[in-house]
């Protein structure tokens, strides 16, 4: 696994993990990435809708989807 640049909008305190398939699994060879935060809190987080749902869960912020759409937006703009 390696770190590789998290897309834009992604919330702070969070990396994106290059990973591959193992040798048992019918995508052998294949890369996916997942997430990750820097405190250890999350690991193996499937997706940028997760990484913002749980951020905003650990921060407290209720409306998670105002949130994503910020992020949605960050990545549109990128573009």
Same mark, same amino acid.
């Given at each position: #696994?390696?770190? $590789? #640049? +998290? @897309? @834009?909008?992604? #919330? +702070?305190?969070?990396?994106? $993990?290059?990973? +591959? /398939?193992? @040798? !048992?699994?019918? +995508? *052998? !060879?294949?890369? /996916?990435? =997942? /997430?990750? *935060? ?6 193996? $987080?499937?997706? #940028?809708?997760?990484? $913002?749902?749980?951020? =905003?869960?650990?921060? !407290? ?16 703009? *990128?573009?």
């Amino acid at each position: #696994p390696r770190e $590789v #640049p +998290a @897309p @834009p909008g992604l #919330p +702070a305190g969070w990396v994106a $993990v290059e990973q +591959a /398939y193992g @040798p !048992g699994s019918r +995508a *052998s !060879g294949q890369i /996916y990435i =997942c /997430y990750r *935060s820097l405190d250890g809190k999350h690991s193996q $987080v499937m997706g #940028p809708k997760k990484v $913002v749902q749980l951020h =905003c869960q650990d921060h !407290g912020i209720e409306n998670w989807q105002a949130e994503y759409a910020k992020f949605e937006q960050a990545l549109k703009e *990128s573009q």
